[in-house]
């Protein structure tokens, strides 16, 4: 069974401060890796992707690959309110046909 | 562009009724997915469509069974509504490079969700 892990929460963070986000995965034939945020009753929204080794930035978003310890990480800078939500780590692998394997996410809360 | 659409929204059944959940996307994407979200087990794969013509079966396919109609639209169908089949469903599409390593083209996208209650 290819599992990803993630803490549940909830990450308590000040407004202003950085969030990070860890997931470990199972498989090593992993190629990409996703993470979506997901505000309650509604639906999962991409936010980041990665598929080599470093880091990846996009505005406040850096999500961080080592395939090597089969970790990814999301870092979000300045953390406002908004960004108070789930946040699932998703990952595939080719074997599979690229399906999505997902983590059970981590609870984000974002305190002013 | 509208993305992913999903029907219903929300729909309530009672237990051994039928219905078909419909998801359609105009992103002209390979792939399509239908998920399940439930408290504490996060979402996991139902069916699945990696081209026009082909599903595939996914985590937990029992009780479902799916029907892709044309490149646009995947629909899903529960024949004989059970109480354990109250959840939240996810429809969502990737472009998919088919045959190529990991990179751009993997991404999926989600539809806004049905809330389905079977009483």
């Known amino acids: 069974q290819k599992e990803v892990e993630q803490n549940s929460g909830p990450l308590s963070v000040p407004e202003g401060a950085i969030a990070s986000l860890n997931c470990t995965y199972s498989?090593?034939?992993?190629?990409?890796f996703f993470w979506y945020r997901q505000y309650s009753g509604k639906s999962p929204e991409l936010i980041m992707f990665?598929?080599?080794?470093g880091d990846k930035e996009d505005g406040r978003f850096t999500a961080q690959l080592n395939k090597a310890s089969q970790y990814v990480s999301l870092l979000i800078r300045d953390s406002q309110p908004s960004d108070s939500a789930t946040y699932l780590c998703a990952v595939t692998y080719k074997a599979a046909g690229n399906k999505l394997t997902f983590g059970g996410g981590t609870r984000v809360l974002v305190k002013p | 562009n509208a993305g992913v659409t999903q029907t219903p929204k929300f729909q309530v059944l009672k237990t051994g009724q039928s219905m078909t959940l419909q998801c359609a996307q105009d992103?002209?994407?390979?792939?399509m997915y239908w998920y399940r979200q439930d408290p504490g087990m996060g979402l996991r794969l139902i069916y699945y469509?990696?081209?026009?013509?082909?599903?595939d079966k996914g985590e937990v396919p029992n009780g479902y069974n799916v029907s892709r109609l044309n490149k646009r639209e995947f629909s899903l169908r529960l024949e004989s509504a059970a109480p354990s089949q109250t959840s939240v469903y996810f429809c969502a599409s990737s472009p998919d490079r088919r045959g190529l390593a990991g990179g751009p083209g993997d991404e999926q996208f989600f539809g806004p969700g049905t809330r389905l209650t079977v009483l």
């Open positions: 498989d090593r034939g992993s190629q990409s």
């Open positions: 992103m002209n994407h390979n792939s």
């Open positions: 469509s990696a081209s026009e013509g082909t599903t």
């Open positions: 990665i598929y080599s080794n």
